[in-house]
């Protein structure tokens, strides 16, 4: 049941602490992926919460998993969680796409079939059926 009032969460474990990263919700887990922080330099913290017991999990990272990034954005369909652009370390925007299998965790990096996206950061993606939706965002010179 949804209320209108907010309440702090008891956490028995925690997350890194983190800023600019992307979580999507499958099933009873929300998934937190990259960004940046104290504990969290280079991006690359994959976890999990379980919204039934309120406690964090480290995901493992299988597959051709994505470099570090922060101010990426990320959607999930079905089983998998896409993630998308971004911001290395070295502060290069990103065009990359990823998707992850979120019952196995391999994740895969997917080619455009025409013409992939400019490179972007701070955008929003979400799906609408099969389809993908990406939405404005910064190349660092102009917004998209």
């Known amino acids: ?14 997350s890194p602490s983190r800023c600019a990263h992307t979580a999507v919700v ?3 887990w929300m998934y937190v992926f990259g960004g940046r922080g104290t504990r ?6 994959f976890d999990r919460f379980s ?32 993630i998308f652009g971004g911001m290395n370390d070295r502060t290069e925007c990103l065009s990359e796409l ?3 299998n979120l019952i196995t965790h391999v994740w895969h990096g997917l080619e455009a079939r025409d013409a992939r996206p400019a490179p972007r950061m701070r955008s929003i993606m979400c ?18």
């Open 40 to 45: 969290v330099t280079s991006g690359l913290s």
């Open 51 to 82: 919204l039934e017991t309120c406690m964090w999990h480290p995901v493992p990272l299988r597959g051709f998993a994505p470099g570090g990034r922060f101010l990426h954005t990320a959607a999930c369909h079905g089983d998998t969680m896409f």
């Open 127 to 144: 799906m609408h059926g099969c389809k993908m939706l990406l939405f404005g965002g910064s190349d660092r010179q102009q917004v998209l």
């Open 26 to 28: 499958h099933k009873h």
């Open 98 to 100: 990823f998707m992850c």
């Open 1 to 14: 049941c949804m209320s209108q009032n907010w309440e702090k969460m008891h956490e028995p474990t925690r």
